[in-house]
Each structure stands twice: as C-alpha cells, then as structure tokens.
C-alpha cells in the first residue's frame, strides 16, 4: 500500500524556470492539499481540493497553480519559479468528514531549491 | 489574527518523561492535533482532542483546555526514537487546520 507519493523528491531549478510537483493517493481519498514547510514557521497550505475538478486557495497561493483532473492526483505547478519558493513541499490527504479530515496522510516531501 | 504557540526545542533523558505545550488563538474550533515529525521525513499523525481532558495512547498522552486555550503533550518512558519534532494544529471555524512551528525534542542517553 503506497498512500500518497510524491514526485521528485529533490529538484534544484533556476530562477524564472517552471516545474510540476505531482502527487499521487491510494486511498480514495476526496481531500487532497499542498504544504509548504520552511524553517522556524509551521506548515503553510498552498492550495487545496475537497474532490476531483475542484481546487481552493490556501494561506499562500501566490505564484502556484495546482490542478485535480483525477481523484488520485493533484498537481502543484510553479510557472516561474523564484528564490523564495525555496522549501520542503508536502502533499497530504485525508477523508472528507467531521474529525478525520484533520488527521492527514502525508507523502514524503520534495525539497524544492530556486537559485 | 491566528496563532500557535509551542516552545522551539526541549531536552529530556531516555526514561524519563516530558511535556510539550501548546498555546493556540484561533478563529473558532474544532479540534487539536499533535504530529510527529522525525527529520527528513513526513509528519504523521499522533492524537486528536476536541472535548477537554486527558486522551491517553500507550506512551503518548494529549491534554486539553478549550477554555484557557491550551494542551499539552506528555511523552513517557522516553526512548531515543522519540528524538523528533511534535507539530501542534488546531482546527478553525472554517475546519482549516492552523499549524504551530513544532517543538524539537533531544532526547540523550
């Protein structure tokens, strides 16, 4: 049983570059989400999804975009990239009701390097 | 505006037992978590509280005080594999999770 995969797990591109993060869930899961984590600061949602062709902005959504074609996968998307989007990103899923929503699967992390 | 508030990093000695506290303002609640996170990998799932009182699981056990905005972690019969950062979020009104910046835990032989 895989649950949620990230990939790549590493990528160190140049400022202006554009990239996709993608990530993938087993567990038919309806809620899927994008985190970043920096140092000295919690987990920082990006962007969400509540169900497949559904997306919402989180705490900071500015310059990413993000995409739920299919119910497994969402799709985090830097256009050009910058220095400040430096980070260990997370992808995470969870059930859709009541409690359970808060307890999250999380993948293993891409850490992200703009030069 | 939001807010959760941990202490940066503790100390503790294998065997022993600790406690990690958590201060939170937030729009609303609906329920506390603590995550575990071991460096370099993803945090996972610890505890959950929405009534006050005391959760007990195994070693771990969670507080909680709705009114004075507040829980705590306890650890017992500490073991090295405890060495980790523990993430503290609450969940707001708009069922939003608001995460602390976690507490690193040393623990030393």
């Known amino acids: 049983n895989a649950g949620v995969t990230q990939t790549p797990k590493f990528r160190v591109l140049k400022t202006g570059q554009s990239m996709t993060l993608l990530c993938a869930q087993d567990m038919n899961h309806e809620y899927m989400y994008w985190y970043r984590q920096d140092p000295g600061m919690g987990l920082r949602l990006i962007h969400y999804?509540?169900?497949?062709?559904?997306?919402a902005k989180g705490e900071v959504p500015d310059g990413y975009n993000v995409s739920r074609l299919k119910k497994q996968n969402f799709l985090l998307g830097l256009e050009s990239a910058a220095p400040s989007q430096t980070s260990v990103y997370f992808c995470a899923s969870s059930y859709s009701s009541g409690r359970v929503t808060g307890e999250l699967f999380f993948g293993e992390g891409s850490r992200l390097t703009v030069l | 505006g939001q807010n959760i508030d941990q202490p940066t990093e503790m100390t503790a000695t294998e065997g022993a037992i600790v406690q990690i506290n958590c201060t939170y303002q937030?729009?609303?609640?609906?329920?506390l978590f603590w995550y575990q996170q071991h460096a370099g990998e993803a945090p996972t799932f610890l505890s959950y509280?929405?009534l006050d009182g005391l959760e007990e699981k195994g070693r771990f056990s969670s507080f909680l005080s709705r009114s004075k905005g507040y829980s705590y972690l306890l650890l017992k019969e500490l073991q090295m594999k405890d060495s980790a950062s523990y993430l503290c979020a609450v969940m707001d009104s708009n069922y939003q999770l608001i995460w602390g910046a976690g507490t690193k835990l040393i623990i030393k032989p």
């Open positions: 937030t729009s609303g609640f609906n329920g």
């Open positions: 509280n929405v």
């Open positions: 999804s509540v169900g497949e062709g559904t997306t």
